[in-house]
């Protein structure tokens, strides 16, 4: 929240709305710049919002490349250098090199939080876990065993899904699993279906073989 009211600014801070931190006042632009120099020069935030005559204008950092601003800027400080005799500022010509030598230090930095942007590389995604088989003891291998055969009952053969192939497998394991849980409680449906699913594929394999047997 920006405010250009004193009185109101000291309301709002009363009640402890948020605003952005306050730097303070300073007698000419040129205090403010030295003041603020290493803070901006260094990319500890985006820029400063100034309040001044009135109006509200943002001095940005240099993170967001502009070599426009850099240009018109190696401009001015080389037309003061070349008019010192004219002296256009006076006794503040120093001044005025010293002051746009740091506008365009501020513009040339990239730092950000005092350290310079590392480049970015091509992103190495961690390889995905391969799910861990589950080992089915022998009793709970009869009983899925019992309920496979039952669910198959009530769907078409195994073997006009399998001539779908992989699209055969998916959907016949997930009817069968769904089907399954009328016979077995599962307490975890993940692994339940990746049961189911390891089963049906393996019988998948056997329907394979037997039909580049019979070529």
């Known amino acids: 929240m920006l405010v250009m009211n004193q009185a109101f600014k000291a309301l709002i801070d009363k009640h402890g709305l948020p605003t952005v931190p306050f730097l303070g006042r300073f007698e000419n632009f040129y205090s403010l710049v030295m003041a603020n120099y290493d803070w901006m ?9 100034l309040v001044h005559s009135g109006m509200i204008s943002k001095w940005k950092i240099g993170a967001e490349a502009n ?6 800027l190696r401009t001015i400080i080389d037309e003061i250098e070349d008019d010192k005799e004219n002296a256009i500022f006076g006794e503040n010509t120093e001044k005025a090199v010293d002051l746009f030598n740091k506008f365009y230090a501020i513009q040339k930095s990239n730092l950000i939080m005092g350290e310079a942007p590392k480049p970015k590389g091509k992103e190495v995604k961690a390889p995905k876990a391969k799910p861990q088989k589950v080992v089915l003891s022998p009793e709970m291998a009869a009983q899925y065993d019992e309920a496979i055969k039952s ?25 069968i699993a ?21 089963i049906i594929k393996g019988e998948f394999v056997e329907y394979n073989k037997a039909k580049k047997g019979k070529k």
Request: net charge negative; hydrophobic share 35%; aromatic share 6%.
């Open 151 to 175: 669910a198959k009952s009530k769907f078409d053969h195994a073997d006009t899904y399998f001539a779908k192939n992989m699209k055969g497998v998916e959907e016949f394991s997930k009817l």
């Open 41 to 49: 020069v260094n990319g500890n935030g985006e820029g400063l919002v």
């Open 67 to 72: 070599q426009s601003n850099l240009d018109s």
């Open 178 to 198: 769904a089907e399954c849980l009328n016979d077995i409680k599962a307490e975890n449906l993940d692994e339940h279906n990746s049961i189911i699913k390891d």
